[in-house]
């Protein structure tokens, strides 16, 4: 296995949830991170938490072409070098798919499957030449899944997307050399439904537990973070293309409230 010492990733999402996480992860070993966030109070509250001169925090909208490419390219001077990229910025908007709103639909795709196609053409051209190029993109068990979170559509086939893109995205950089992993994530305590619409969360509450009596908890954002070092560590001739991880912890859908 690879040591990361030294190596300078990129992490998009990163003020918090797996993004936070997996940022946190990579300094402890021993990697630089240019984290990127949209929210520039949040980020800046992260970047001083987790502290450190390998670490640089950049506000920018993954779904804003050209602010990617310019705070990548900043990310690269300011660590003189770049190993690789995770993909992990999105956001969800619960509700039924007769009642989406056209700007939760558009703000879901532009983020969560756009944004991945432009942040992963701004890295290309910077990770080559590199000794151990390394894309991963995070994906959801929401994808697959129908025992994950109810009223979900736009979210899980967004994902369901990255996960296609990323298997063309593969072949497409085996000649370089780059190896593009997707990990698909169950559910985690996050944060991440913190700034849902509460009556149609819990709509979506009780659609889902009306699938299914029981679900699966107990994963930390911090084991999905190892995850993704696992696969940063892989030996430049092996790449993890796809990796499922979800919590094994059975319990009654009834007393998640």
């Avoid at 190993?83 to 969800?92: I, T």
């Amino acid at each position: 296995m690879q040591d990361l010492s030294g190596n300078a990733y990129i992490v998009t999402g990163a003020s918090k949830g797996f993004g936070r996480a997996i940022s946190a992860a990579l300094l402890a070993a021993g990697a630089q991170v240019g984290m990127i966030a949209r929210n520039a109070e949040t980020l800046r509250q992260a970047v001083e938490e987790l502290g450190g001169e390998r670490l640089l925090g950049l506000a920018a909208d993954v779904f804003d072409s050209e602010q990617i490419a310019a705070a990548f390219a900043q990310i690269k001077a300011g660590f003189g070098r770049l190993d690789g990229l995770v993909n992990n910025a999105g956001l969800a908007h619960p509700s039924s798919v007769e009642h989406l709103r056209r700007e939760q639909v558009l703000q879901q795709v532009n983020t969560n499957y756009l944004g991945v196609v432009f942040c992963c053409q701004a890295v290309i051209p910077l990770l080559r030449g590199t000794d151990n190029p390394r894309i991963v993109n995070i994906s959801s068990a929401s994808a697959w899944h129908l025992d994950e979170m109810a009223h979900l559509s736009i979210y899980a086939s967004s994902k369901a997307a990255v996960e296609r893109f990323s298997r063309d995205l593969a072949l497409e950089l085996q000649p370089d050399g780059i190896g593009v992993t997707c990990i698909r994530p169950g559910a985690a305590v996050t944060g991440f439904a913190a700034n849902w619409d509460m009556e149609k969360f819990t709509a979506a509450v009780q659609s889902w537990q009306r699938s299914g009596p029981h679900m699966n908890i107990g994963m930390t954002v911090q084991e999905v973070a190892e995850t993704v070092l696992h696969c940063l560590r892989q030996p430049r001739h092996v790449a993890v293309d796809l990796l499922e991880v979800r919590p094994k912890q059975l319990v009654d859908k009834l007393k998640i409230q």
